[in-house]
């Protein structure tokens, strides 16, 4: 079965630095997200793509964040300058459509910020 | 701002009894309704959903049960299996909202005990 594939698996980084986090989204699937959880709480939405731009975004996806679908597989999300704060894992999920269609998120990257 | 609450954060049952995991939300506009299954160290993976047009939707040994005037929705595992013990998200999203952010409840940990 198809599915989602993030890398890598866990990222440390120093508070200050960039970090690119990769997903490779399902083949035939058009819509295309980052979701976060801090551990211990709750999955949160982070921001929604579609048709090459953002069509949505939370508080929490400040200007220090942005997405890039750079080719025809690969789905990026940049984060510029980490805070200790962002450490979370970071899910990427897609669907084939809008409307009623689940979303399929991959197993997600652990950022650690020290 | 919890729009999509679960009010138990965990739940034991013996194997081969029925485990009832409850939502509520706050969103007149969620007109879709997911669960989703999450194991340590992966991904949340989608078990089953509901159109607002439905009060029932069955897959198995997952029922998802919607009471849209109560804006309550629940569900349903029979017979409960040790392999069921994970973390269940309830999801929801208006679809007619074009960025279609999907809001994610707190989730409750299932213990399938044998």
């Known amino acids: 079965e198809p599915e989602v594939t993030q890398t890598p698996s866990h990222q440390v980084t120093q508070m200050g630095q960039e970090v690119i986090l990769r997903c490779v989204p399902i083949s035939n699937h058009l819509y295309f997200y980052w979701y976060r959880q801090i551990l211990g709480q709750k999955v949160e939405f982070l921001v929604s793509?579609?048709?090459?731009?953002?069509?949505?975004k939370s508080e929490i996806f400040d200007d220090q964040f942005s997405v890039e679908r750079p080719d025809g597989s690969n789905f990026t999300l940049k984060i510029r300058s980490t805070k200790l704060e962002d450490s979370a894992m970071y899910f990427c999920a897609s669907r084939r459509t809008g409307g009623r269609s689940p979303l399929h998120f991959g197993n997600g990257t652990r950022l650690t910020v020290t | 701002d919890q729009q999509v609450k679960q009010n138990s954060p965990s739940l034991s049952v013996q194997e081969g009894r029925i485990s009832i995991l409850n939502c509520d939300y706050t969103n007149s506009m969620f007109d879709y309704f997911l669960w989703y299954k999450k194991y340590p160290a992966e991904g949340p993976t989608f078990l089953i959903s509901i159109s607002s047009i439905k009060d029932k939707n069955e897959d198995g040994r997952f029922t998802v049960f919607l009471n849209k005037s109560a804006k309550h929705l629940s569900l349903h595992i029979v017979p409960s299996q040790p392999g069921d013990s994970a973390v269940y998200f309830c999801?929801?999203?208006?679809?007619?909202?074009?960025?279609?952010?999907?809001?994610f409840g707190p989730g409750t940990r299932l213990s399938v005990l044998p």
């Open positions: 793509f579609y048709n090459n731009e953002i069509s949505e």
């Open positions: 999801a929801a999203s208006a679809v007619d909202n074009y960025g279609q952010n999907f809001v």
